[in-house]
Each structure stands twice: as C-alpha cells, then as structure tokens.
C-alpha cells in the first residue's frame, strides 16, 4: 500500500511536503488507518501523530484521510481508500500544524470553554443524587458523547474563517448539551452569552459537521436547538 | 459573547429574525410583481404608472426597499467578515473590510433615499 | 543539555485521567497553587475507556443495600490480599463520592423514579454473599468512563485548575535524604525541559497494560510513573497481579464490558454450550473476572473453542432484543462492528481473555503517601510523594479486581489524597530540596537518550517485550517457563537500556516519548515477572499450573518487589477495619 503523509518539521522545513512511504500491509486483514500509520512510523520513527485508546473513544487522533475527516483508529484501510490505491493523510484542515499530522488544537478548546461546558446549579445539592426522569435524561443523548476530536469544527468553512468568534459545531453541541440538561439552572445565562452574529449564527447549516462526525453526533441539529431557545427567549 | 463594532444590531438573533423576516417580504413583492405582469399581459408605461399610483403599492415599495437594504446590509457584512481577513488579506484587511461595510451602507442609503424620492417624487 | 529551568508548585499532579483530575478538583479548590502534568490532553487519558459503570452502594437499585456487603464482595473478589481498611474506606466512602460526581454533572442513566441507573457486574452479592445476585453498579450507558472523565474535566474547568497538557515526566528528583522534590518534565510540543519542583508529587499515571501484546489498554498505558518509581528505588506491591478481562474482542484486544453479562449476556462455547454454568453454578458468568477468564482458557484448551482455530469462545447478546441493546450497551454495538465485523443484534462477538488492569503497584495508605519499608520490614512513608488510581496500590483490589471498582478506586482515592495534602500543607508541608547532583541523577536517563548513536528501534524492542510477557506471564503461569521469560527479559533490558533515538529534533518528537515509555514498560515487566515467579501459589488473577492451591500459609501477604537488588519481600496484608468486623479468608466460589 503506497502511504502518503503531510510532514513538517519547522524546526527542518521551511515548507510542508508530501511523504510517500510503501508500507506492507498483511493480507486477509482489514487494518484501520492507525495501524497503517504504525507501520509507517516502524519505517520512518520520526513521524509524529496523536494517538490513544485505538478504539474511537479518546479522540486523539482526527485527521484527514484521503481528504475526509475521521478518526484513525476507526476507519478501515478499506474504507479509507475506496477502490484507489493510495492512502493519503494529512492534519485536520483549519488548525495551523504544530508537526506532520500533529495540529495545534488551543483554538478548539478555547471555543469550548467559552460555553461553560460544565453543570452549573447554585442550589444546594441533595444528600443523595438529583433526580432526573429516564425521559429528562435522554435529552442528553447524542450530545453527551462527544469525544472532543475536532473532526467537525475543522471541517466547518465558518469555523475555518472565524476560528476565534464562531463556537463551531463541537462546542455548540456541548453548549446544547448543558442547556438541555434539566439540572442545569443557568439558561438565561448561557443564552445571553451566546446571542451575538457569530458564536451560533455564523452556522449555515451545511451539516459539513454532521457528515464526518466518527460518533454519529448530529451538532447541526443541537444549533438548531439553540437558536430556538434563543427564539423563545428573545421573543 | 463576541463584541463586534460594526455589527449595528449587536445581536444574532436579531440580524438572524431581519434577515428571515425580510426576505419573506422580498418574496411577497416579488409575487405582487409577477402578479401584476401577468394580470397585465400588455404592460405599459401607464399602467405601471398606475399600479405605483396607489398608496398601498408605494407603502409596500417602499417597505421592500427598506427590507432590502436590512437583509442586503447583513448579508454583505457577514460576507466581509467571513472573507476580508487577515488569513486572506494578511495586515490590510481591517482597512479593506471598513471600506467594504462603508461602501455597503453608502449605496443602502443611496439607494433607499433615491427609492423613496422615485416613489414619492412626481 | 545543561540544567533545565524549573517551576514550582505547592503540589503537581502526574495524570490527567480520573484519579489525577479528581485529586485535582480537591486542590484546585483548597487554593493552592497545583497544577496537572497530563502527557495527553486530559479527556483523552484511559478513564475514558472505562465502559460498564462505577459500583458502590447508593441503594437505588435496592434501597436496602449496604456498602458493608460491598466491602464483603470486594475482599473475597481480592482473594483476601486486599487491605481491608482500604476497602472499607473505599466502599462507606463511595456513595459520596458518586453523588458529588453526579452533582458535578455527570449524565448517569436513570431508573423510572429518576435515581442513578446500576447494574449488576460481577462478584456482587446481597447480605455477605447468601442473598443472591445485586445491581450495584452505578452506569452512564456504556460510556461510564467517558462521562466520568468528562464529568471531572468539566468540573476542573469550572475550578480554574492548571494543566499542562502533553507534558511527559521523565524521571523523579530524589534527594539524598530520600525525600521527592519533583519530576524532570519535558513540554512535548517545543521540546522544554523543565524541573517541576513540588511540595507533593502525585503519581496518577495509571495502568501498564501495554507490557502485554494482546490489551485492553489504550497505547498510553505503558506504566510511566511505576517505571519512574522503580528507577527512584521505591518498591512496588502486588506487580504478579494483572487482570485479564474475560471479554476482549478477538484478535483487537478492544473491551467489551462486563455489564454486557450483567445485563444479561452468556458465554458459550462451540458447542453453543453456557459453560460458565459448569465453573460457577451460582453467579454463572457474572463470578470473579479471574475465574471467569480460566473458565475460558480451559474450554478453549479442552478443545471447545470457537472458530476455525479453536482459540476463542463466543459471548451471545441477541437474545436481549434490539431495543435493550441499543439502549444499554449502544457503546458496545459500535466497537463490535467496528472491530469484530459482528452485529451483536443477531451473532455473538467473538472474545478471549485479554490483559486489562494492573491491581499491583506503587504502595500507599490510605491517604494516597507512598511507603516503602525499612530494613525491620516496617511501613515507611517516602516524602513527597504519593500515588493514586492504577499505579497505586493502596491496595483494594488485592489479587482480582472487581468490575466497576476501578472508576470508584480512582475517585475516592483521588479525593482523599487531595484532601490530605490539602491537610499537609496547610500544616506547613516543606518543599524538599535537590542538589545538582540530584537533578543530574534525574537527568541521566533523558541525556543518554539524547546523545545515543547506535542501537535497536523501538519498535522492534517493544515487540520483543511484549511477546515475552504474553507467553510467559499469561492467564495460566508454570515456574519453568516463568524463569526462562526472566532470562529472556535480561538480555532485552540492557538492549532497551540503550535504545536507539534517531530523531532528536525538539519539536513535538513522539519518538523520543515512546523510547522513554519502552523503557518505563520494561520496568513494570521485569518487577511483574520476578514477583510472579516468587509467588508459589495460585491466588487471584496470578494461577500457576505447579501450584495450583492457594497457600494462606505462606502468602496470604502482599509481595514487595525492590528494584535495586531486583529481590521480593513480604508486607503484611491489613485485616483490622476501623468499624466493622475483619473478613477471615475463606475458600473463594462463586
């Protein structure tokens, strides 16, 4: 299998160039992305790349396979390639590269603490827990899941032009997160912070977010959400 | 919540409601129009005439022309901040975008007080 | 490299996964200045990984449950080599924990009166094991330990708490007079070295799964602060004691989780046999994961395994129906197609026991202080430093860990530490001091490194090390073989000792990290291999096939391995809970 990764080294190159590596993969098996990149590290040890639980849960390593967006570990060579013949990596588009597939992420995390993606609720707490409805609680669903992998923010043309005004898909999706939690008192609050042209208004709602998300995650719809708790709000 | 100086509603769900709410009236003149000219196969200069001699059409006109310029306003704005930046334009976008907003805003006023003297003028 | 320049902290975390980031919370909010060294960006740490939930008795699933029965279930589940002070700590402590954590905002699933969701898991037992089988298992889903981990993330941002993410710590600065002052970091993105001088220096490393070439553990796992630990020539407790989850995926290693069984599920073998009926007549598939996994391996080696190799058995789900399966366990729907190409909706997953938790480790009390023992063979508490989670051994899961007792080890340990350094330094806990010499000592790792010119690749050493430890330190261990993977491991430590690094540019070089790991995970390999062929007798997750009986006699103690003479010694195991009734050994079944 012909491997083609995006290298940069700024302490090296004054320019980021396209490596080709021939990597041998076993027959019979359908190896993931990650493991084809091991392979190739076992080559050339001086790539660098993000890795952690290899299972799709951590999120560490989101990067660009053969020009869409996903998670190396879960995605098949098979899958990855298609019917071609090479496999093509590169980092997450819109993040500048610290180095090769490894992408400065202080962006994306700055536009998710930005909504204070945590509980808040001044009232004492209960000596046990707070109760919740089987049916409060799968509000949650499909939001509680994300795995902060950026998959989706960097493939958002809104997220890509305004990085530092527009939350992008993830953290809007856990701003949702927060706001549909029926334990949650700070509503208001969350959506003052939130009702200016660019934090949620800058999506378009192309659903590019949608499309890559490696856990099936729908943050086009959570948007939509909270542009009608803005709605009623506001009105 | 993100401070933008040249945004003039200052609010998201605002500039989101105008944009909505003012291209449904756009929609609604455009039918009125198409409307007419069907209902006027033979259209001429005095039956144009006559439709813009009504009050109600002129009120309408003249409302359309305001939601135009809201919605082309807020359109163009969010254009400029989308592609006139420094990732496209490097130091001088700031420069570049002020005079695309100022241009925008110029010609929505040009073409609003130009509209209601056409309208109202003779 | 000259001296690198240093930062000082009241306390430094090593670890941003559960324990790390619940000791965290505890300080962040005391106000002192403390700070997380994570060599990952926290919610990627293994927690995350965590699957079927957190057990402790918060009486929902039973109002009448007692965490004294907990407490039964997870001494018996250690064999009865686990601290029973600990454990009664732990289980009479858990419930709080678990409410501060859903407080804090974790998405537990919820039952129809809108309490905390638990399912019953393995081992568990109502009134000191004659009251049948209980639900004692706090679960978000099948995404406990995502939403725990996040759930602390959350909660540390919310606090304000300093990380320093994709930091590795390299090697513990110890002074002359045994005392800790920090660690030797390095800044993975610019390449930085730094001495992180702390008042107290926690060990929230984790587990070293990755010795193992067959895991559960995600690649991070590789025994960083155990590796440090050994090199600073403090022991370790118990390292003969890894966990293999009766339920990895065949042929990936990936987890599915017990609670798949406590919902329901069943092994079988070829034969489409329930086999667990014949190990375990009462608790069937949900007894101890240690007899679980040898139920296993017996079947596949009395010829009824699963496949065209014979090597595996089968765990069956379709029989819970489409809508439990994608309500209880959707986590688990997603790893099998993924990486079993199985829809468990209509075929079994094929599974095989695989390397998942390390119940040995660094040493500690209760309060998290790392001990070592003086030449009378007393406990001594080693200044500075401390251990919670996986690399610690407090120890509360002795020779088998039950399930869902990992999440609540990390959370209630990683409190109390907290609180308790909270405590010292209030009391004036004083910063220890380092000479050069010391800090050079520290160094000599990292530098040689830097400077080698020849020598093997990671890769090809790692390999090496991990085939060694899957054939000879497997689910089923003989002394003969034990000792001939011991000489092995020899000659490959002095090839790991000098591994090659071709690389040595600065920037963000995983090279570099992973060559430090390698030599971290032969640390944690040597010391589970020399204590493994100590212990003579079959205890817990450790079964030898020339001693196949549990020797109370002997080795109802915990084993101490000393890294400098590479020798194994005894400390004695505590059976004087504070305020109930010690739990005397007895013959374990399930």
Redesign the interface.
């Known amino acids: 299998m012909l491997v083609s990764i995006y290298r940069y080294?700024?302490?090296?190159d004054s320019k980021p160039v396209m490596q080709n590596l021939q990597v041998e993969v076993p027959a019979g098996r359908d190896l993931m992305v990650l493991d084809v990149l091991a392979l190739a590290?076992?080559q050339d040890?001086?790539i660098?790349?993000?890795?952690?639980?290899?299972?799709?849960?951590?999120?560490?390593d989101g990067m660009n396979i053969n020009g869409v967006n996903g998670l190396a570990c879960?995605t098949p060579l098979s899958a990855a390639v298609g019917g071609g013949k090479k496999l093509v990596l590169r980092p997450l588009p819109g993040l500048p590269v610290?180095?090769?597939l490894?992408v400065d992420?202080a962006v994306f995390?700055k536009q998710f603490?930005k909504v204070?993606?945590?509980?808040i609720?001044d009232e004492p707490?209960p000596?046990?827990?707070?109760?919740?409805?089987?049916e409060?609680?799968a509000k949650?669903d499909g939001l509680?899941?994300c795995?902060?992998c950026a998959c989706c923010s960097t493939n958002c043309p809104?997220f890509w032009?305004?990085p530092d005004?527009f939350i992008g898909p993830a953290g809007l999706l856990q701003a949702y997160r927060?706001l549909a939690?029926s334990?949650?008192t700070a509503t208001t609050a969350r959506l003052?912070?939130?009702?200016?042209?660019?934090?949620?208004?800058?999506c378009r709602g192309i659903m590019n977010c949608v499309a890559v998300c490696p856990k099936g995650l729908n943050p086009t719809r959570a948007i939509g959400h909270i542009?009608s708790m803005?709605?009623s709000q506001?009105t | 919540m993100v401070i933008s100086v040249t945004n003039l509603s200052r609010s998201g769900l605002s500039d989101w409601i105008i944009q909505r709410a003012s291209a449904v009236i756009l929609a609604a003149y455009t039918l009125c129009l198409v409307g007419s000219f069907l209902v006027h196969p033979e259209m001429d200069y005095a039956t144009w005439r006559g439709i813009f001699d009504n009050t109600a059409m002129r009120i309408f006109s003249l409302i359309t022309l305001a939601a135009l310029c809201a919605h082309g306003w807020i359109g163009m704005w969010t254009i400029s901040t989308d592609y006139i930046l420094p990732l496209q334009f490097g130091s001088a976008a700031t420069f570049l975008r002020l005079l695309f907003q100022g241009a925008c805003i110029l010609l929505a006023v040009v073409y609003l007080i130009w509209g209601i003297q056409i309208l109202w003028g003779f | 490299m000259g001296t690198p320049s240093s930062i000082s902290f009241d306390a430094v975390i090593m670890g941003g996964g559960g324990s790390g980031m619940r000791a965290a919370l505890q300080l962040a909010q005391s106000g002192y200045k403390t700070a997380v060294i994570s060599k990952v960006f926290p919610t990627r740490s293994h927690t995350v990984s965590a699957q079927g939930g957190i057990t402790c008795a918060i009486g929902s699933a039973d109002p009448d449950d007692d965490w004294r029965w907990h407490m039964y279930d997870t001494v018996k589940g250690s064999d009865y080599i686990g601290d029973q002070d600990a454990i009664e700590y732990m289980c009479s402590e858990g419930p709080q924990t678990v409410f501060e954590l859903e407080h804090m905002g974790l998405p537990f699933s919820r039952t129809a009166n809108g309490r905390i969701y638990q399912r019953p898991f393995g081992g568990q037992s109502k009134d000191y094991g004659k009251g049948g089988q209980a639900a004692r298992t706090c679960a978000a889903a099948d995404r406990t330990g995502h939403a725990l981990l996040h759930a602390l993330y959350q909660g540390n941002l919310k606090n304000n708490t300093v990380f320093f993410n994709e930091w590795f710590a390299v090697d513990l600065v110890k002074n002359q007079a045994g005392a800790i002052a920090g660690v030797i970091a390095i800044n993975i993105e610019s390449g930085e070295v730094v001495f992180v001088r702390s008042k107290a220096t926690v060990f929230a490393t984790g587990g070293a799964g990755r010795i193992y070439a067959s895991t559960t553990n995600a690649l991070i796992n590789t025994g960083d602060g155990i590796g440090m630990a050994l090199r600073a020539d403090i022991p370790m407790q118990d390292m003969e004691m890894w966990q293999f989850h009766p339920t990895g995926i065949y042929g990936a290693g990936t987890l599915v989780t017990e609670g798949c069984r406590g919902e329901g599920g069943y092994l079988i073998n070829k034969d489409g046999e329930r086999f667990m009926e014949r190990y375990a007549p009462t608790a069937k598939d949900l007894a101890g994961r240690d007899v679980v996994a040898r139920s296993m391996v017996l079947e596949v080696l009395g010829g009824r395994g699963c496949g065209e190799k014979g090597d595996h058995v089968m765990l069956k789900l379709d029989h819970l129906g489409e809508q439990v399966l994608n309500s209880k366990l959707p986590g688990i729907l997603e790893l099998s197609r993924t990486f079993a190409h199985v829809d468990p909706i209509k075929d079994p997953i094929p599974v095989v026991p695989t390397c998942h938790y390390m119940m040995g480790g660094i040493p500690t009390n209760v309060q998290g202080q790392a001990l070592t023992q003086d030449g009378a063979g007393n406990d001594q508490l080693i200044p500075g430093l401390f251990a919670v989670g996986e690399a610690a051994c407090v120890s509360v899961h002795g020779a088998n860990r039950l399930g869902g007792n990992s999440l609540l080890d990390l959370v209630v340990f990683g409190r109390a530490a907290g609180k308790a350094i909270e405590e010292m330094l209030a009391q004036g806990l004083e910063q220890p001091q380092a000479s050069d010499s010391d800090l050079e000592q520290a160094m000599t790792r990292l530098n040689r490194l830097n400077e080698s010119q020849k020598g093997e690749s990671v890769a090809t050493l790692r390999a090496e090390l991990q085939d060694i430890m899957q054939n000879h330190f497997g689910v089923f261990r003989t002394g003969e073989f034990m000792a001939e993977g011991i000489d092995k491991l020899q000659g490959l430590g002095e090839r790991i000792a000098t591994v090659y690094l071709p690389d040595k540019s600065h920037t963000f070089n995983t090279a570099r990290i992973e060559a430090l790991e390698l030599q971290n995970l032969f640390e944690v390999a040597e010391a589970t291999a020399i204590a493994a062929n100590m212990r003579t007798e079959s205890r817990g997750a450790h079964a030898r096939e020339d001693f196949q009986e549990r020797d109370d006699e002997n080795w109802l103690c915990h084993s101490l391995y000393f890294p400098s003479k590479k020798s194994i010694g005894k400390r004695g195991v505590n059976f004087s809970p504070r305020t109930v009734d010690t739990f005397e050994p007895q013959i374990r079944t399930y």
């Not at chain 1, 003052?192 to 800058?202: A, E, Y």
């Open positions: 080294n700024p302490e090296t590290k076992e040890p001086s660098a790349y993000r890795r952690s639980c290899r299972e799709g849960v951590c999120g560490s879960i610290i180095r090769d490894v992420m995390y603490e204070k993606p945590y509980l609720n707490p000596a046990i827990e707070r109760l919740q409805s089987p409060e609680r949650l509680y899941e795995i902060l809104s032009w305004n005004k927060f939690d334990r949650d003052s912070d939130l009702d200016d042209p660019f934090s949620v208004f800058r542009r803005l709605i506001g």
